[in-house]
């Protein structure tokens, strides 16, 4: 079994996609790793590749020169887009992008384990702006989601004066964050589901524990509830290296059921065992079967709570 989170699943859905991988794994889990479907193409990385060696000096595209600029100049010019670190379709390892793959069967068939948590990208708005002193409040709200989502200012204020306003909400950082989590994660985690679950079994869940601790960042001003990454503590003891507060009881209970479901499914290509709540196999012609985890005990969603609850269909994922 392969799994991993973030950049990790996009490795594993690389890998499912990438015929150099046929027969090197059984399983696949990938945590939040639904905002990367379409991978750039190589021609792209190096175009870009191009563009930041002049940037930092070394026009020649020398690799010796590169190896002598400071540190701090390289940094200065990398990108801050989560986006920007992505595997490209090279015609070799990636044929073609992962979504490409899944949708066309082109990809290596094992039981998939596809999920995200509930407010992603929370964490990136701490990342991307709170914490670079950029304000987020009524009046950038509508500037921000421009640059979340990269489309016009007027599209932007579509979304936050009808799909997303502010009324809606505790603060604009936690609408933010409901902007950005359901346009790159939630309903990108569920078009990977729909297409995995053609060929393969596939089982969907969303992590939903809105009190999860926060063990990568300082306070932000607003709450982090599920974060981008906030399953993990769950997953494995991330107290032996980082300093963290530790899960109450209700949560560890919560771990417990996780680290089964994951454990089961390795060992039997089926995370369902007689010690845990049913987790149904994920149907795409069917109701929305996510499991979400959250208080003590997983609980199935209902009908299209979950399309209805991350506004999907205003993300290409009616």
């Known amino acids: 079994t392969i799994f991993g989170e973030s950049a990790g699943a996009v490795s594993v859905h690389g890998h499912m996609a990438s015929p150099q991988s046929a027969g090197l794994f059984h399983r696949a889990i990938a945590q939040s790793g639904g905002y990367s479907l379409t991978q750039p193409t190589l021609a792209t990385a190096e175009s870009e590749g191009t563009a930041f060696a002049t940037a930092v000096g070394c026009v020649s595209q020398d690799s010796a020169c590169l190896r002598a600029v400071p540190v701090a100049d390289l940094l200065a010019h990398q990108s801050s887009s989560p986006t920007a670190y992505l595997p490209k379709v090279d015609g070799s390892v990636l044929p073609m992008s992962v979504g490409a793959a899944f949708a066309t069967g082109q990809f290596n068939r094992v039981p998939v384990i596809e999920g995200s948590t509930h407010d992603e990208f929370r964490l990136f708005v701490a990342t991307m702006f709170v914490f670079k002193g950029i304000p987020v409040n009524a009046v950038t709200y509508p500037s921000l989601i421009a640059a979340t989502l990269s489309v016009p200012f007027s599209t932007a204020q579509t979304l936050a004066t009808f799909v997303y306003p502010l009324a809606a909400y505790p603060s604009a950082a936690v609408a933010l964050g409901a902007v950005g989590t359901d346009a790159a994660f939630a309903c990108n985690t569920r078009v990977a589901a729909r297409l995995l679950a053609r060929h393969v079994p596939t089982w969907v869940y969303e992590f939903n524990d809105s009190a999860a601790p926060q063990v990568f960042l300082p306070p932000a001003g607003f709450p982090y509830g599920s974060y981008h990454g906030s399953e993990l503590p769950y997953l494995f003891d991330v107290r032996q290296s980082v300093p963290a507060p530790g899960l109450t009881a209700t949560q560890e209970q919560l771990a417990g059921s996780m680290q089964l479901y994951w454990t089961q ?54």
Do not use: M, V
């Not at 390795?266 to 007689?274: G, H, M, V």
């Not at 994920?282 to 609850?309: C, K, R, V």
């Open 265 to 318: 499914f390795a060992r039997e290509a089926d995370p369902n065992s007689a010690g845990s709540p049913a987790w149904a196999a994920y149907a795409p012609t069917a109701s929305d079967a996510f499991l979400s985890f959250s208080g003590s005990t997983p609980q199935p969603y209902t009908g299209t709570a979950f399309a209805a609850d991350h506004k999907c269909a205003i993300w290409g994922s009616p």
